[in-house]
Every structure is written in structure tokens, then in C-alpha cells.
């Protein structure tokens, strides 16, 4: 069973979360212990260990199909893990997802309503479910949440006749119907304008501002980066890398990007130079050079070898190029 | 544990499951078939004696009737075809009685209050009326006559062509009874193999009647109660105010109740004696040489006569002529092409030496 | 492997306390109200309630217009005629064949695979709904539909019979030609709507209990149509007669047994052991795949 992360990259235990937050309950909202999951012969997740700190903001990225939506399933007691164990706000999951979930909020594998219902009467329908809602409360609550995620207007109308990105906001406010110690949050972004995404945006910041812990999982880089402390890279069911962005991105800077026509020669070079060497991700055609030599030597050995440099810099790294550099490692 | 009540309770479930396909089975084990209830030796005399002394009294109770007989189903008479048939049977003890026919699409009531007999058919909605007057209880009075003395002049009779025995005991209707058994003599050419009787060990009435036939083990006809109990009887149930809307017929002279009447002119002749009497008669209507239907306006249908019998059997012929054969389980019947009938409970060959004379 | 999979297990479990104060639930109140409110909002929940109430109409009209006809009608339709108690009875038996175990098929496929297909299930187990707590309140919903689809035959029986067929003089002519008055005759129609309701409870537990197993609700429906197809076959062969007490359908003539008098419950008692019987095996199939179904 190999559970460790690849050897260019630390999986360091995730440092507490950010400054708001972790006055709240554990301080650990969900963990996951050689979390392992086969379907038939498919190994859906195999060894996962990840800690999701109080009040942070943890992306999950990972192509389609390498394990995330399995991953959030398991957390939230939905499907039981084949090995492993789960924890969800302190409580073993699934064995006392009861005490857990009333203070979750979940939004998984896309929204599931009743066609023939309104939004209104399906986040009633919802709303009657959730343990911390007194009855009295119902009908303000769902007027309210219905007007965080936008939908006030369309409220009344049957759900069948939903857009893709009104279905996604509906889904929205049924998980955050009743105020969240852990929201979860899988594709939130699926079908969304820029607008709607915004609004994903703005949420997530909110609920980080009260002090809750989000999970959300998105194939969309510029999302993670933008709204998350923390991110987990999932490929193809194991856990390449975790840790809080700043660190991550620190990580990732260790080397530097040469803009220049000659890819391949370049690759060589550096390669012989005994550095690792591979193409960006970026549109214009660049290597990133990590572990080589120093720079001046690196650029000089360069020119010599031939290539048309058109720019040399430290790498800035991104999370993009990140993401790239791991899921191409290990695929 | 908290761990352990999701295990737990799909043990309760699955344990649930299991119980409820067991229960099933349960349920469908017949009831009645407990062991041989233990009850003090008899004679077959004795037996019969206190049977012919026993009072009537006030029940209730339900007949099963289970026909093997092998007859065709005839259309205003679907208890003789084969298959199971109940009767729900109310008795006063004192002549009055009821007896509903429930059949799965409706019902026949025949009461009996006293003074007036009334069958209602609940498939016509119609009510038929006969006065009882001038027709004795459907029970001979045995009472007249000294019991013991009539018990054993019964069984002198019947040793002469039978072996009587009581045959250990069997419980019928949940209540302990004895089996007395009538057997054919060696010298009786039968398709009988013994008749039995179960008798109330403690009331002393018959239960069940079963009829075994050679070369089978299941009865080729069992009549006998399946719930019983005894005790006065809702007075409401001995009358009968026909239905408003229902149209009431004034029956003929009543004659034993659903038995077709003779055809005048008819009277068989009998041939034999005992287990093997052999019963031969005119066919009732028709010109010997009609082979063809006989005539479909005949309103007759509910006679054994009115049945078309050119289509049943299978054709035989001897030095008595020819005609068809009709074998059930207990009876053979030869319909010859002469118009003459014979039958009994016997082989072929008992038939045609009767028809033969 | 597995030992070492209970280990982790085991320490997760030793790092948490077991919580002393039982979990927060909904109320079950609030939950079966949310479950009938759905039920009864469904579109063809609401289309099949109104065919079951045109179900004793049409005979009505049918008898109605036989009636017309000289010669006296046979069977159980020619008991209706100038009888309007006769018709609700008659009306469930006739539905209790085929169209009112769909309609529980239906409801019992809605219930549980349906809204795995529409992604609510999972909905309702995050919230959460503990799972027992939610095959009680699916239960609820079948048996919710079963009731409602024979009363409506019931009480559109009751009013067709008198409005179209007339009762006789509102007394019930019974099978057995006795006549009873109005309250009997009420009484009897109810024994039938209980008992009828009864059986289908059997057939909602085991729909649900397929139900359970798929996410397609049409396989719940082609199973308990096939169940009672085949079921009829096998009521049909005389070879198999030792079959009979096992089937559940084989009692389903019961019911006319209120329209004889005095009433023999014995043949109600014992399809209602059987239905029993299903029940107890659908709802112990129903919890054992719900307390570990992944949604």
C-alpha cells in the first residue's frame, strides 16, 4: 500500500488554519486515515490521509474520475470506506455521522431536487429534515437562503424549468440552509456564469469570514487559488500533495522559467546539467528548470548549447503550474 | 456501542426477514394434522351404538368437501367436478338448520325453519320456497327404535359382505375422534379399498367421511369438518325473509334437497348386492338409436341424465351389446347404445355380467 | 489487511469519545408531514388517484347499463345490480388484482429508488435523516398512497353506487340473501378498506424493499408486475396447488367474504398472516440494505 506523496514534494501536516476559526470546536473539522475505496475492481481512493483544519478553506483538485467526489462521500458517511477511517467534526464517520452532520452542510455531486417541485417547496422539503431548524424557523430560513445564493426571484417556479447555473445555486442553499460548521462543496462552480461564480466566491469567503471550514473540489485551478488557505491534490485516487497555498506555492518556486523557441534543446541541456527540466504550462513556449545549477551557469550553459533565449525568471510559480507538474509526475 | 447499532440492527433485520419466511412456512402447514389423540379402546358395536343414542345438539361448523371423484363438472353442480368445496353448516339441533355454499363468486343459502325450506342463489338472485310439511327431519328418528339393538342389526347386515373395525383414532376439526372402518369382504368385487368414518369420541357424531379408492392413497373423497363447534346457535340464523327486490319462487314438492328428481317411469333395477351392487336403469329420455345431443331445450340440465353423455367415455362392446364406458376413481358407469345405463362401484366386467342378465 | 483496517478503525474510535447526549433529529413529525406533502404533490400520484376513483364508476355505469338488458346478470358484477353496497367491495377486489399493487409498486419505487435517481437521497442522509428514521418515513409514504387509493375507491364506490345503481333501500342484499342495514353495511365496506390496505402493505414492503436495491424505479415496477404475473401462473397449476399458502395473491378473494353473512374471517385472517408475513420480510430486507446503502 504506498500512501506517501511523491518525493519532490513534502506532504507536510497541514499548520493550523487561519487566524478566524479555530476558536471553534475541534481542531479538526474532517480527517481522513488510509482512507481506501474499490468499486468492484476499481480502485476509486486508496490510502488517503488528509487533516482539514478548523476554519480553513481546503481545495480539493484533481482531474475528473481521480477520486474527489469518492473522497468527500466518504467524509460525509455517504458510502462506507472498503479500509480506513473517517472523521468528520471529531465523530468517527459513518458509525456517529449523526452527531456530525446537523452542523455540515453538504453540496455533492451536483444538485438533487424534484423536478416538479419549486425551489421553494424543495428546500422546504430539505429544510424539514435538518435537526438544528425549529419548524417556526423553516419558512424565514429558506426565504433567506434563497436570497443569499440569488434565487429570490425564481423561487416560485418548478424547478424543472431551472437553468444549469439556478440548479447549482439552488443546491447551494440547501447546504447552507442552517448556518455550517463544515460546508462541503463538490463542483460548486459546475454551469455557473461569471457572475454565479462570483457569488461562489463571495459565499466561501463569508463562510471562512464566520469562522467555517469549507471543503469545496474543483477542477478549476484559478477558483481554488483564488478563494482557499489550503489545497489537497487528488490523482487518480491518491493524495499527491497537501498543505496551506502559501507553502505550496513556496515549494513550487525553486527554479525558473526560459522563454524560448528551442524547447527541446533546452530540456536536454538542462537535463545533462543534471536539472529537472520540463515544458510549461504556459501558451508561449518555455521550460522550467528546477535543481540545476544556478542561474548565471544555468543560462550561460544555455547559450553555449545554442538555445535563443528570450527570457530567463525565477518561476513564479502558480498553483496551475503546480498542479501540472504533479499530475503529470505521477501519471 | 454506537459503532455496533448499525451492525446490530441489520442483524435485526436480516433476523427479521428470516423469522417472516419461517412464519410463512408455518402458516402454510396444515392445521388438523397433529398426532393420533389417545382415547380408551372401543368396539366396533359400541361404537355404533352410542352413535345411533347420541342426542342432535346445537352447532356450527365448516365442511370441507375434497372430490377426487374424477366425474366431469356438471353445470349446476360444480361441487361434483374435482377439486375442494366448503360448506358452512348451522344446525339447531332440532331440525332447524342452514347451510351456506359459498362458491368465489357468490353464494347458495338453503335454510330450513321449521316450517318452510328456502334456497336463495345468490348468481340468479332468486329465492325458492318449499313448505316442510308432510317432510320429516332430514335426520331418520333413530330414537324410536332401541339403539343398541339397531347397532348391532346394523352391523349383522354389513359383516356380511364387510369387515367393520374401529382403527385407531385421528383428530378432526381440532376434537379427538375414533375411525371406524368399513371394509369389502374378500369376495366383493370393488373399486373400493374401505370406507372410514370419523366419530366425535366425545359427541359421538361423524366428522368426516372418507372414501379410499384401490391403487391410491389419497381418498377419492373426503367430506368433513374442519372447524366445529357445538353450543346454542343465533336464533336469527334458522330464518329467512327474503331480500326486498328479489323475486320468490314457490318450489315444488320439496324432495331431499338439491337431489334431481327421479324420472318418472325409470325405476332402476339392482343387480347384486353389497360393495358390488351394480344399479341398472333407462336412460331417461331420447330414442335409443339418438346419438346425436340430446335435445339442448330440454330444461333438464341438472339431471345426470341431461348431460351429454355420447362425449364422454370410452366405447366398449360384449355379448350385451355395445355402448361407453365412463370410470372414475370409484365408479364405473357403461351407457349402452340401447339406452339402458348401469353402474356401481365396480370394475367393467361386474357391469356387463349385470347388463348381460 | 482487514486487521489492519479494523486498527484504524479502532483508533479513530479510542480518539473519540462516544457522545453521551443522543444525536439531534428532525422531528419525526415534521419528517412525515415533508413525505406526504411530496407524495401527495407528485403529478401521477395524483393522476393514479383519480383513475382509482373512476375504477367504480365505470362499473357502475357498466352494471348499470347490463342492467338494462332482460335476464338476471351471474357473478359477483350481477350481485351490484339494484345493490350499491356490493359495488365498493367489488371495486377494491377487482383493483386489489392488479392496479392497486402498481400504484403501491409506483409509490414504493418513487420512494426510495427515484430519489436515488434524482440525487436526493443522499440529500435526506446528509441532513441527516437517520436511516432507519428514513425507511419509516418511506414506509409512511407507501402506505400513505395504499390508503388513499383504496378509499378513493372506496368512498367513489359508495357515492356511484348509490347515485347510478341505487341501493336497495340503503340496506346491502349480502351473497348469502340476508339484508343488512346502513351501519353494517358501512362497517363492512370499512373491514374491507382495512383489510384490503393490509395487503397492500405487504406488497409496498417488498416493493420497498426492491426499491432499496436499484436506482431505477421502473425495475421495481417490472418486478412486482412479473411478482404477480408469475405468482398467477403458479396459482394456476394444479401440479403446484402445495404452493397456494405461500403466495400472497392466492387470498386476495378474501375481501368478497364481507359480502357473505354471518362473515367467515377466516380466509381474512389468514391472507392477513400472510400479508404479515411479507411485510415482516420486506421491511427486515428494506433496513438491512438501508443501514448500509451507499447514496
Redesign the interface.
Known sequence: MTTSSPATFSSATLAPGGSAGSAVGAPVAA?A??LRKVFGRTVAVEGIDLEVPSGAVLGMLGPNGSGKTTLI?ML?????P??????LL???V??????A??Q?G?L??????????SGR?NL???A??????A?SEIANAVGAVLKRVGLADAADRRYRGYSLGMKQRLGLA?ALIVPRRLVVLDEPTNGLDPAGTRDVRRIIGELHEGGATVIVSSHLLAEVEATCTHVAVLQAGTLVATGDLPSLLEAGTSGMVVVTPDVELTIRTMREAGATAYRSESTEPAVVVKDGPPAPEAISLLVRAGVSVHEARRSRANLEELFARLTEETG | M??RT?NAGRNVAAGLAVACVVGLGLLAVPSGAGAAPELPPISAEDLLASVAKAKPEAFNGTVGLENALGLPALPNLPQAGNGDSTARIWSDGAGRGRVQLPSPQGERTLVSDGTTFWAWDSSTRTVTKHSESGHPGAKPDVNATDPTGAATEAINRLRSTSQIRVDGTAEVAGRPAYELVLAPAAQERTLLREVRIAIDSEKRVPLRLTVLSNGSNDPALQLGFTDLSFGPQDEKLFTFTPPPGTKVEEGEKHDQGQRPQRPEGVEPTIVGDGWDTVLVAKRPEGAPADKDQPDKNQPDKDRPGGVDLNALGTPVSGAWGSGRLITTAVASVIVTDDGRIAMGAVPEQVLTEALAK | ??A??ES??A???A??T??TAA?????MG??L??EA??VL???RTLVMLGVFALVPVLIAIGVAVADDTPGPGSGLIGAIAGNGFVLPIVSMTMALGLLLPLAVAMAAADAIAGETA?????????????RLRLVGMKAFGVLLVATLATTAIAVMGLLAGFAVIGGADGQLITLSGTTLGLGEALARVALVVVWTVGQLAAVGAVALAISAYTEHPLVVLASVLGGLIVFGVLSAIPALDWLQPYLLTSGWTAGVDALRDPTPYGGMIESSLRALCYLGLGAGVTVHRML?R??
Open positions: 480527517r486515515i488510509g462521500r460525509l458517511g455517504l458510502t462506507r472498503t479500509a480506513g477511517a473517517a472523521e471529531g465523530h468517527p459513518p458509525e456517529q455521522a449523526a452527531w452532520l446537523p455540515v453538504a455533492v455531486e451536483g444538485p438533487g431536487f424534484h423536478p416538479f417541485l417547496e422546504c422539503r430539505v424539514a429534515a435538518e435537526p438544528l431548524l419548524s440547501a | 454506537v459503532k448499525g | 489487511m482487514t489492519m483496517t484504524t478503525r483508533a479513530a474510535l480518539r473519540t462516544v457522545p444525536p439531534r433529529h428532525a422531528p415534521r419528517l408531514a415533508a406533502r411530496w404533490r407528485r403529478p434524482h440525487g436526493t437521497l443522499r440529500g435526506l442522509l446528509v441532513a441527516p435523516v437517520g448500509r451507499d447514496a
